[in-house]
């Protein structure tokens, strides 16, 4: 299944259809990579403005990671997709078969990596808004905004599927380490995310 190359129509057509995938954390990857993109448009429209000439080289390396970031985070709706169908196919195993708990303790292992991976591109990105915001023109201020939020609403919505999880998991000790990773980030992110979109809301919206 190449989703990466889908088009808006097929991709969200297959979101909304019974197939296992896409799910939540491919929807989470593309949504990363749209505001992560948002915030790369912010530092296209800064760059070689007389006014923001001081802060040029730093918009531009912020432009560098935001692409890296948004191929990345792309790549990643692929990524979970392949790492989600095995567990798909493992709730079906009966469960008197004696490796049914193996197989799905792998699985679930799996399932829970590429939403992680998502999560932490996210809280990244998370940063990279914070400084657009900043440093980039006030004439897009409004997309750093925007852009926050939608890597806000991928980081909430990788937490999620990597904690779906992680609750499944008989390795209560790994599950617990990837638990509080997420919820000491998710705290952490979150809140920055929020005081971002904010202070952009009261200066220009407020």
Known sequence: MDLLDSSIH?????LA??????????????????GIAL???????????????DVEDEIKALMA???????????????D????????????IPKDDPTRDTVMEKCLH???SAPLEIFDLCCEAIELQRDFA????????????????LCRGALYGAAVNVKVNTKLMKDRAYAAELDAHVDA?????GAMADKIFDDVYQRYCG
Do not use: H, N, W
Not at 81 to 92: D, I, K, N, V
């Open 185 to 189: 980030a998710l705290a952490k992110y």
């Open 134 to 149: 900043d440093k980039g023109s006030k004439l897009v201020i409004s997309d750093a905004a925007t852009g926050v939020e």
């Open 39 to 53: 915030g790369d448009m912010v530092g296209e429209l800064t760059v070689g403005k007389k006014k923001y000439a």
């Open 10 to 14: 097929s991709f969200t057509e297959q």
């Open 17 to 34: 259809s019974p197939a296992p995938v896409p799910g939540g954390g491919g929807a989470s990857a593309l949504v990363g990579a749209i």
């Open 65 to 79: 990671r935001a692409q890296e970031l948004r191929v990345k985070l792309l790549a990643c709706i692929e990524k």
């Open 110 to 112: 799996d399932a829970a």
């Open 81 to 92: 997709a392949t790492m989600f169908e095995p567990l798909s196919r493992a709730y079906g």
